[in-house]
């Protein structure tokens, strides 16, 4: 059981970037990002592995986000470029934990992460 924390949301003009940051309280195994867009569904945006040697992206943001790691600090990163106005929406941070092997295919399901952040919003404008 971690504590997680995102920050960097906030408003942006389309094509523009910004980077997301979600601080552990402690350490993770996999960790992701996911979306939740007003009157929607949330979303499996990307995620990756403890170690960060492997990366999954949904398809709408495959070549303009990159998901990344700093586990010496306890921290997750999104790095957003080109972004778009549907790209509007509450981002959150989810963690898994423990020390069991597990294949990159259960990166995008909710199920398999078990803390989750308070969410920031991210909001593009057009």
């Known amino acids: 059981q971690v504590q997680l924390v995102e920050s960097g949301g906030g408003l942006v003009q389309a094509g523009g970037s910004l980077r997301l940051t979600c601080a552990a309280s402690?350490?993770?195994?996999?960790m992701g990002w996911f979306r939740q867009a007003p009157e929607k569904e949330r979303e499996f945006v990307a995620g990756?592995?403890?170690?960060?040697?492997?990366?999954v992206y949904a398809d709408s943001v495959k070549g303009r986000f990159t998901i990344s790691r700093d586990n010496a600090k306890n921290t997750l990163y999104l790095q957003m470029v080109s972004l778009k106005p549907e790209d509007t929406a509450v981002y959150y941070c989810a963690a898994r934990t423990g020390t069991t092997s597990y294949s990159s295919n259960y990166l995008p399901q909710f199920n398999f992460y078990g803390d989750w952040g308070q969410g920031t919003l991210v909001t593009v404008s057009s």
């Open positions: 402690g350490r993770t195994a996999a």
């Open positions: 990756i592995s403890r170690s960060g040697g492997s990366t």
